[in-house]
């Protein structure tokens, strides 16, 4: 029987219409306001899919936000119950008490690779809007941290301060190298160190790509300066795009840990997969 | 004579009519671009001014962007010879080689500062969307460095990620000291801090107004983290707006930093009062 797999994130629902056999027929992705979705929004949405909807189709859905689906406490297994409204089934995710951290969608990724390395020992990293760091063990999720890291650069490249002197895309393997050992061994020198890009453009003739990796090596190697119990010396997955991953690996890598990279979205299909056959062992 | 003095920001152009005796005969504020304002541009702006421009008076302006007015390479005095365009003076702002580094606008008020206490010898901070500490001896500026401070409050209380937990005012001490001592023993905790106010929010009750001062603790932190050398032992005077300087006076003091307050604005028009003496030594 065909089923719905999506996950919900800042930039939309990604939706997955698989068979029975959990092969992809097709794929969607929905714009839609992730902070102020309801279930009556979503389910509406749904219904809205043409060919899909009118035949209700189980749908499993993770990365709802707090008025859709509870949290779970860590430690715990990355899959838990889901809310179940009629056919729609929202995956929870997981919070942390101290340091205080929330975790919602990354869960499902984790379970993804879990399900296909259940020997697992190590720790994921889910580069986004937040990158998260999640110390897996025996097919829990042990504890996690965020990092706004994806956010702020985002909210910098586009700010008034850093939009012309900042590339919209290109790379630059020496602007990051150079940006990321001042941050990661002086985290505290970040601050300056995004003031000083505008004239850095101005008196050194930084250029706009250069400044692009210079962006993203100064903020992730604060975030490594800060995450360094998650990396050093761990067993280390790192989930996402091609392009977001490629940073953190190189800058891991840089400092000598065997990282390894993986497609975040095959992960979290592998997820909803391993959360789909639980419902179905559950109601048949 | 009469003459008009002003300051080109990233929040506009502030001007002040005086008359020959420098007493504010009225203030105007104009919303422009300041990232793409001309000289054509900034003159018809000035000959709009309704019962002002007809007279041609002397106009001094300081803030000027790269495309108006050139910068002057530290050490040396704030106040430097100003491109003239017919009746309008454009003071040069100052400029840092390495660590690469601009400031304009800010001399100004260093030079309103040092013509009110010719024997300062010490460190200016003057906190705004980038937040710039210099230091001053022997009435010049030695060196400066800046720090993204206000712009990043600026991008992330306004974020969606943290727009909905953050208050757009108000304060709270207790929230401002802890995070304040938070990132400025850990700056390398900062990003993780950031990510961490929503969950605060959502698991613990972190109230918004709790977290606005929160958001500053955590950037003051860090930044005063980057800029010990600027205020660890240091004379130190903070230039700003009462709201501005408050939380860096309260960060400083904490410290054991016997830091002092003054006001921009005044420091700002008193720098334009010496460079106009100039102007009237130079053409009388």
Same mark, same amino acid.
Request: charged share 15%.
């Given at each position: 029987?065909?089923?719905?797999?999506? !996950?919900?994130?800042?930039?939309?629902?990604?939706?997955?219409?698989?068979?029975?056999?959990?092969?992809?027929?097709? =794929?969607?992705?929905?714009?839609? +306001?992730?902070?102020?979705?309801?279930?009556?929004?979503?389910?509406?949405?749904?219904?809205?899919?043409? %060919?899909?909807?009118?035949? %209700?189709?189980?749908? #499993?859905?993770?990365?709802?936000?707090?008025?859709?689906?509870?949290?779970?406490?860590?430690?715990?297994?990355?899959?838990?119950?889901?809310? #179940?409204?009629?056919?729609?089934?929202?995956?929870?995710?997981?919070?942390?008490?101290?340091?205080?951290?929330?975790?919602?969608?990354?869960?499902?990724?984790?379970?993804?690779?879990?399900?296909?390395?259940?020997?697992?020992?190590?720790?994921?990293?889910?580069?986004?809007?937040?990158?998260?760091?999640?110390?897996?063990?025996?097919?829990? #999720?042990?504890?996690?941290?965020?990092?706004?890291?994806? +956010?702020?650069?985002?909210?910098?490249?586009?700010?008034?301060?850093?939009?012309?002197? #900042?590339?919209?895309?290109?790379? +630059?393997?020496?602007?990051?190298?150079?940006?990321? +050992?001042?941050?990661?061994?002086?985290?505290?020198?970040?601050?300056?160190?995004?003031?000083?890009?505008?004239? !850095?453009?101005?008196?050194?003739?930084?250029?706009?790509?250069?400044?692009?990796?210079?962006?993203?090596?100064?903020?992730?190697?604060? !975030?490594?300066?800060?995450?360094?119990?998650?990396?050093?010396?761990?067993?280390?997955?790192?989930? /996402?795009?091609?392009?977001?991953?490629?940073?953190?690996?190189?800058?891991?890598?840089?400092?000598?840990?065997?990282?390894? /990279?993986?497609? =975040?979205?095959?992960?979290?299909?592998?997820?909803?997969?391993?959360?789909?056959?639980?419902?179905?062992?559950?109601?048949?």
């Amino acid at each position: 029987m065909a089923w719905i797999g999506g !996950e919900i994130s800042a930039s939309g629902l990604a939706l997955w219409l698989l068979d029975g056999a959990n092969t992809v027929l097709d =794929r969607r992705t929905l714009r839609l +306001d992730a902070l102020s979705l309801t279930d009556e929004g979503l389910a509406a949405l749904l219904a809205d899919l043409p %060919g899909v909807a009118d035949e %209700g189709l189980p749908t #499993v859905i993770c990365g709802a936000g707090r008025d859709l689906a509870p949290t779970r406490a860590v430690p715990c297994a990355p899959l838990g119950p889901p809310q #179940v409204r009629g056919h729609l089934h929202l995956l929870p995710g997981l919070h942390q008490a101290s340091p205080a951290d929330l975790m919602r969608g990354a869960e499902t990724a984790i379970a993804g690779l879990i399900a296909a390395q259940p020997q697992f020992d190590g720790v994921v990293c889910l580069p986004g809007p937040a990158t998260v760091w999640a110390q897996v063990s025996a097919e829990e #999720v042990v504890s996690f941290r965020s990092f706004l890291t994806g +956010d702020l650069f985002a909210l910098l490249a586009g700010s008034n301060a850093l939009q012309f002197h #900042v590339a919209p895309d290109g790379w +630059d393997d020496p602007a990051f190298d150079t940006a990321l +050992d001042e941050t990661l061994s002086r985290p505290a020198s970040l601050s300056a160190a995004l003031a000083g890009l505008p004239a !850095e453009a101005e008196i050194t003739g930084l250029s706009k790509t250069e400044a692009r990796a210079r962006l993203a090596g100064l903020l992730i190697g604060a !975030e490594l300066a800060g995450a360094k119990p998650w990396w050093l010396g761990q067993n280390v997955a790192v989930l /996402g795009d091609d392009a977001l991953i490629r940073p953190y690996l190189r800058a891991l890598h840089a400092q000598g840990v065997p990282a390894h /990279g993986g497609d =975040r979205g095959a992960a979290t299909l592998a997820g909803l997969c391993a959360a789909k056959a639980r419902l179905t062992g559950q109601t048949q």
